[in-house]
């Protein structure tokens, strides 16, 4: 890149300003920048050949995975003397308060799979096989068969997942095409235990009490009624029965109202806790299920039961 014009223009381009002002703040893969991004893999990878030809990036291969990240002391003159410049005005750049968050999403998973770290980095060594997801599945070994109701499903990944430890799952959710999508990955999948109705959290198109555990993943804030839609898992649960909540914590990113269709930015611990009350659940607990130092985002677990 020894032609500012030729620089100027690479930088022409609000995508790969996007990438720049991720890998300056953090070293990704393709696959990582294709989450937070949204963009097709292909053009993802276009950009950053496009940029490590111009000197602005760095490839790092590791354990199998291609990294990238600005590297300021690898950059050619013309970029050395124009990068303070560039850094200043792509940390200035308005509207990607989501794509910070989805990294934030981003490095929690690295984390949760034990990728913070190389092999040998501070003397910890990752062992092969070492899954969170593997141990989810390992604790349900240990629930009776039971009925289950997840509410607001979505495209069925925890349904299908609670398919295998449950005797049945009902999966229910408001719209009916990610319920297709889910009925397609059931039966990828193998799985035969799902139904799959078409409902509002609010409204449910369940009996009363007809199932053992009520589960409400991150589905609460989608609800104009948090307390209406409690009182309908209290509704279908059997006596004695309980209810899995996880949801996020309050926070002020008020763009997921407009991207992800959000109600609710989150609750604090003592508002979920007055909810549940209000809807005669028991026995309640509520904690921090994940957090990660920078991300606007914190998970709340809890539960409660539906009297004996």
């Known amino acids: 890149m020894d032609d500012p014009a030729g620089l100027f223009k690479l930088l022409g381009d609000a995508a790969r300003l996007r990438i720049l002002r991720l890998l300056s703040r953090e070293r990704l893969n393709v696959s990582e920048l294709t989450s937070i991004l949204g963009i097709a893999q292909s053009g993802v990878s276009r950009h950053l050949r496009l940029l490590k030809e111009g000197g602005l990036l760095r490839e790092d291969r590791e354990s199998g995975w291609s ?5 300021p002391a690898a950059f050619p003159d013309p970029v050395t003397r124009s990068w303070p410049l560039i850094r200043q005005q792509i940390e200035k750049l308005e509207g990607y308060a989501d794509d910070d968050a989805r990294l934030g999403e981003v490095l929690r998973t690295r984390h949760e799979e034990f990728r913070d770290n190389p092999a040998g980095a501070e003397g910890r060594m990752i062992s092969p096989g070492r899954s969170w997801a593997a141990w989810a599945r390992a604790l349900g070994f240990l629930i009776p068969p039971l009925t289950v109701a997840d ?8 349904s299908i997942e609670a398919a295998r430890w449950a005797r049945k799952v009902i999966g229910v ?3 009916a095409d990610v319920l297709h999508k889910a009925k ?7 799985v035969k235990n799902v139904t799959w109705k078409r409902g509002e959290i609010e409204d449910l198109p369940l009996e009363a009490r007809s199932v053992d555990i009520v589960l409400l993943s991150q589905a609460l804030h989608y609800a104009h ?4 839609a409690l009182l309908e898992a209290e509704r279908i649960l059997v006596p004695g029965g309980k209810l899995l909540l996880l949801d996020l914590r309050a ?3 008020e763009w997921v109202k407009e991207r992800f269709g959000d109600v609710w930015l ?3 611990e003592q508002q979920l806790g007055v909810f549940l ?3 005669g659940f028991v026995d309640i607990v509520l904690d921090v299920g994940a957090r990660r130092r920078g991300d606007p985002f914190t998970v709340l677990i809890g539960s409660g039961s539906k009297h004996k």
Not at 151 to 158: A, I
Not at 184 to 190: D, F, H, P
């Open 184 to 190: 397609a990955l059931a039966e990828k999948s193998g």
């Open 225 to 228: 009624d948090p307390v209406k």
């Open 173 to 175: 959710d408001r719209s």
């Open 67 to 71: 990294y990238y990240r600005v590297d």
């Open 251 to 253: 926070h002020r990113e």
């Open 151 to 158: 509410l607001g499903c979505g495209e069925g990944h925890l």
């Open 277 to 279: 009350k209000q809807a």
């Open 266 to 268: 989150g609750f604090e």
